[in-house]
Each structure stands twice: as structure tokens, then as C-alpha cells.
């Protein structure tokens, strides 16, 4: 079993940033491909930026590609989303999520095993 706890969202003007942080219980981190995906009202959850366990795969989604940068820290149990150039395209509910893998790969479909409870991003025009 592992838990995922959001932080970071919040309201932020466009051109602005904000750095979204994951916390993950458990002891086999590494063993977990996780990725941020969002979901914004009346919209399918849409992925964002998965990354393998060690880290050496990312995937990006076109929307967030040259703007967001995905990071984990093996050691610290955590994955970090920086977000920068926001627009109020961005406004969504971010969520974090892991699935076990038993390779080192990035994951990208939307069937992941564990899911945070989402922090709110809205970026203001």
C-alpha cells in the first residue's frame, strides 16, 4: 500500500509558477513509476508528466512540454512537478500517483495503482 500526499497547488497569476510536491509512503519508492496527471471540470483526467523509478525516463505531455519539469528524490520518498510560463489552460486539480512496476520504465496510461487527493492549481488571466 502507498499513500500520496499532494502540496504546492494554489492561485497564481499567468506567466507565474508554482512547484507541486508528492510525499509517498513505503520503503520500495524506487520500485514505483509516478507520474502528475490533471483534471480540470467536465474534462477527462489527462496525464502530465510520468517518470520511471529511477528517475532516467520522463515523459511529457505536449501542454506541458518546455514548461513543466519533473524530478523524484529516491531518497526522500518524492516527486516534485516545477511549473513555470503557467496559463489558465493549466487550472486543474493535479494529482500524483504511483504504480508498481517491475521495470524501469515510465508508465504513462491513466491506470495507475495509487492516487493522491489532488491539490488545486488555478491560474488567474
Known amino acids: 500500500q502507498v499513500q500520496l500526499v499532494e502540496s504546492g497547488g494554489g492561485l497564481v497569476q499567468a506567466g507565474g509558477s508554482l512547484r507541486l510536491s508528492c510525499a509517498a509512503s513505503g520503503r520500495t519508492f524506487s520500485s514505483y513509476a509516478m507520474g502528475w496527471f490533471r483534471q480540470s471540470p467536465g474534462k477527462e483526467r489527462e496525464v502530465v508528466a510520468p517518470?520511471?523509478?529511477?528517475?532516467?525516463?520522463?515523459y511529457y505531455a505536449s501542454s506541458a512540454k518546455g514548461r513543466f519539469t519533473i524530478t523524484r528524490d529516491n531518497a526522500k520518498n518524492t516527486v516534485s512537478l516545477q511549473m513555470n510560463s503557467l496559463n489558465p489552460a493549466d487550472t486543474a486539480v493535479y494529482y500524483c500517483?504511483?504504480?508498481?512496476?517491475?521495470?524501469?520504465?515510465?508508465?504513462?496510461?491513466?491506470?495507475?495503482?495509487?492516487w493522491g487527493q489532488g491539490t488545486q492549481v488555478t491560474v488567474s488571466s
Open positions: 517518470i520511471s523509478g529511477s528517475g532516467g525516463g520522463i
Open positions: 500517483a504511483a504504480h508498481r512496476l517491475n521495470y524501469d520504465g515510465v508508465y504513462v496510461s491513466p491506470t495507475y495503482d495509487y
